[in-house]
């Protein structure tokens, strides 16, 4: 598909069809990504926002690192789903010789000014990918789920595979959108759950949401050696006694509430009978939940 980048945006212009906006209910969603369910979610600038935020969130759960596994001197890095560019950016400075390749259905969130060795180019990672075999040395792919068709999976893990040089290294990160508690305070009838049960629901047909609890297994089939999985709570307030996760969880807490906004508004009104004031009635009381210390809400991550 069509690129843009720093250094490509002059000679290559963009199909305007990845280009065009729908408005629903006040936000800007991608036109393609909404008619063919791709994954939509707003591609606005508070969208932009709660994706660099959210960035470092990610920042202080892993330290700062940007790569775990042992990648020296990578030359190709391929990241899918780029979204704001936070994590590409960061790449494309860290390692100022490498070429860094992202992809993502919406060029909508990128910033203008990328790095010169940064080019993004528009893609549906549900689709096989065009890269040669491989290519790159490390592929990174971060929140990407509820992207990727239900179906897509197998063949996904395997195109990551396969565009990896021998001895190359695949990274994901993905949120298990279940919200739960350990304490016993969060039940069903609280909006949290009530949010999670739907959006879990609500594209059962098109999406597997719950794909982030078996990334090893898969990863593994897809042939992948040395494959280390870690489950781990994303608290969604400062709840914690232990003064690390209490500021991961207060520096998350407004993601959490742009987050449940951003994710269901599509879905839950134009998907299932939900109108505008019953969605919103569901994230106020969602939202004020998130304000509660006491629930110890966490999202699997
Ligand atoms: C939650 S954002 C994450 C952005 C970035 N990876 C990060 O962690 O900051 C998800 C991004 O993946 C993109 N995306 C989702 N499904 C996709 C698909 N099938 N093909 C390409 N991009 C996709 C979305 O457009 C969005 O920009």
Not at 82 to 99: L, Q, R, V
Not at 148 to 169: E, N, P
Not at 170 to 188: A, H, K, P, R, W
């Amino acid at each position: 598909m069509s690129t843009s980048g720093s250094s490509l945006s002059e000679t290559c212009s963009l199909d305007s069809a990845y280009w065009r906006i729908v408005r629903h209910h006040g936000r800007e969603f991608q036109d393609y990504s909404v008619e063919k369910i791709i994954y939509p979610v707003p591609v606005d600038e508070d969208e932009q926002d709660r994706l660099n935020r959210q960035h470092l969130v990610f920042r202080k759960i892993f330290d700062g690192r940007l790569i775990f596994p042992p990648v020296e001197d990578p030359k190709k890095i391929l990241d899918c789903g780029y979204g704001s560019g936070a994590w590409a950016i960061e790449a494309a400075e860290k390692y100022p010789d490498a070429e860094i390749i992202a992809v993502d259905i919406s060029p909508h969130l990128k910033p203008e000014e990328t790095p010169n060795n940064l080019w993004c180019q528009v893609d549906d990672l549900n689709e096989p990918f065009n890269f040669k075999p491989e290519e790159f040395d490390f592929v990174h792919s971060r929140l990407v789920a509820p992207g990727i068709g239900k179906s897509r999976w197998t063949g996904y893990m395997k195109d990551c595979f396969k565009v990896l040089k021998a001895g190359g290294w695949l990274q994901m990160v993905e949120i298990y959108f279940n919200v739960q508690s350990d304490n016993g305070t969060l039940t069903e009838e609280h909006g949290l759950r009530r949010w999670s049960k739907t959006f879990l629901e609500v594209y059962e047909d098109k999406k597997d949401l719950r794909a982030p609890t078996r990334l090893q297994s898969m990863m593994e089939a897809a042939g992948f050696v040395e494959v280390q999985s870690r489950m781990m709570p994303l608290p969604l307030n400062g709840w914690s006694r232990d003064e690390r996760d209490r500021d991961i969880g207060n520096l998350n807490c407004s993601n959490a509430k742009d987050l449940i906004n951003a994710m269901a508004l599509w879905p839950f009104t134009e998907r299932l009978e939900m109108s505008l004031e019953q969605f919103y009635v569901l994230i106020a009381r969602a939202r004020s939940e998130i304000d509660d210390l006491n629930l110890r809400p966490y999202f699997p991550l």
